[in-house]
């Protein structure tokens, strides 16, 4: 199984429980657009939040790491390239 066909999975799992997956990603974005601040690293979350924060800063952190040692400009050429597994969560099915 491939690493998009297991958070598809998760992510078709927490759909049954849609009101708390909901707010879940609700909650990533907001965090991803600057409008809440990240939660702290002992906060209880649910699992496709945990899910959901480590996928969308991953490329983020890596790209950082890189450029620590390579520079900016070839760390972002690196992480782009590297980090094109992407994909969308919607808060709202049918939203798409």
């Known amino acids: 199984m491939t690493r998009s066909r297991y958070i598809a999975t998760i992510l078709a799992r927490v759909a049954q429980r849609e009101r708390d997956a909901a707010q879940a990603l609700v909650r990533v974005a907001e965090v991803n657009a600057g409008k809440r601040p990240p939660p702290a690293p ?4 649910e699992p496709v939040e945990a899910l959901m924060l480590a996928m969308t800063t991953e490329a983020k952190t890596f790209e950082a790491d890189l450029a620590a040692n390579l520079g900016p400009e070839d760390a972002h050429r690196i992480a782009s390239r ?3 597994d992407r994909g969308t969560a919607r ?3 049918g939203s798409q």
């Open 42 to 45: 002992d906060a209880p979350l």
């Open 82 to 84: 590297m980090c094109r």
């Open 91 to 93: 808060a709202k099915p």
